[in-house]
């Protein structure tokens, strides 16, 4: 436990610099195409924080796939039998909507 402790609380802090690293660039960026060569703006820093957000945003997609089962075995509040069907269902679901698609 206690090298996974360690392993998470090294990947946020390294999230965290790159989250501030990210934003002071995005400034740096939005300000020099509004022509700002020395100092930023309000706009520029709202121009950062809609990059920033896009760019925290962005992995969001990926979670709308999950069902609600998903995790549930390693929560232990269910059954590998219970996600496992209702995965099935989603699938073919799925296979359903892309056949309706094409054809």
């Known amino acids: ?12 802090q390294l999230g965290f610099g790159l ?5 002071a660039v995005a400034l740096r960026t939005a300000a020099l195409f509004r022509g700002n060569h020395g100092l930023a703006t309000i706009t520029d820093f709202r121009v950062a924080f ?11 997609p990926a979670y709308w796939r999950l069902v609600p089962t998903d995790g ?5 509040r ?6 496992k069907a209702l995965t099935q269902v989603v699938l073919e679901r799925s296979d359903l909507v892309g056949e309706q698609k094409s054809g």
Request: aromatic share 2%; proline share 3%; no cysteine.
């Open 1 to 12: 436990m206690s090298a996974a402790s360690v392993m998470h609380s090294t990947a946020q």
């Open 78 to 83: 269910g059954g590998v039998k219970e996600s």
């Open 19 to 23: 989250g501030i690293a990210f934003g």
């Open 72 to 76: 549930a075995e390693v929560s232990g």
């Open 50 to 60: 809609i990059l920033t957000a896009i760019l925290a945003l962005a992995p969001l």
